[in-house]
């Protein structure tokens, strides 16, 4: 069973940076895709970004282009999202996912395509 533990959220000031990372186990984190999620309090869990397997494909939630970074290292078995110019509106629950099967393009930012979630992480921007 892949298990997914986030980690490196924080409070922080509206402007700043946070780098959060999303640990895998239990699986080889090549053979997998992975989603960023958020959910803030009140709101449905919304898509954030996407990478592939081989990081060819990558995607962003409109809301977060220009500020937030996917990326991913399989030998560390290990993916990042860098958040930079954090925003209050940035304020959730963020969770990573794993899809047994890997989303069309179109897909990637749906929760109902993923199968596997870590526990998740807050993170709080204060203006």
Do not use: H
């Not at 298990?3 to 984190?29: D, F, H, K, N, Y």
């Not at 090549?30 to 990081?55: H, L, M, N």
């Not at 990573?96 to 921007?125: H, I, M, N, R």
């Amino acid at each position: 069973q892949l298990q997914l533990v986030e980690s490196g959220g924080g409070l922080v000031q509206s402007g700043e940076s946070l780098r959060l990372s999303c640990v895998v186990s239990g699986g080889t984190l090549a053979y997998y895709a992975i989603g960023w999620f958020r959910q803030a309090p009140g709101k449905e869990r919304e898509g954030v970004s996407y990478i592939s397997t081989d990081e060819e494909r990558v995607r962003y939630a409109d809301s977060v282009k220009g500020r937030f970074t996917i990326s991913r290292d399989n030998g560390r078995r290990t993916v990042y999202l860098q958040m930079n110019d954090l925003k209050p509106e940035d304020t959730a629950v963020y969770y990573c996912a794993a899809p047994k099967s890997v989303p069309l393009l179109s897909q990637s930012l749906k929760s109902e395509f993923y199968d596997y979630w870590g526990q998740g992480t807050q993170v709080t921007v204060s203006s």
